[in-house]
């Protein structure tokens, strides 16, 4: 288990493309923050679709899962928080695996017989 949670750590966040992407949903984040914070709108602002859609696909399932415990769960802050936070971990680690399986496919491989 303890394996397991180290290799995904590793892909989610031990690759400079994870790495960067993690920053551009930080950098979102603290933007979204202070604009709701600090400047008045007469409207609402559109700054947290920013994270949206550095989120996307994975935000979008997470809601639809969301809806089958009801459209109020749904749109909840208590359920959408959590699911922003889980859809970029799981962008992370996908990039990270993506960024795996590149280079793995630039390697050779070569055979190795068992007990050498």
Known sequence: MHARLTAMARLTFGN????????LVAAAAA?????TAFVHHDDASMAGIWLFLLAAPSIFGLMALGTVFGEGVAESAAFLYP???AAVLIQACAL??????LGDA???HTAHPHGA
């Open 96 to 101: 990270g695996l993506f960024v795996r399986l």
């Open 83 to 85: 699911a922003l936070v």
């Open 16 to 23: 400079l493309a994870s790495r960067i992407y993690l920053g």
């Open 31 to 35: 933007f979204v923050a202070v604009d």
């Open 106 to 108: 630039g390697r050779p």
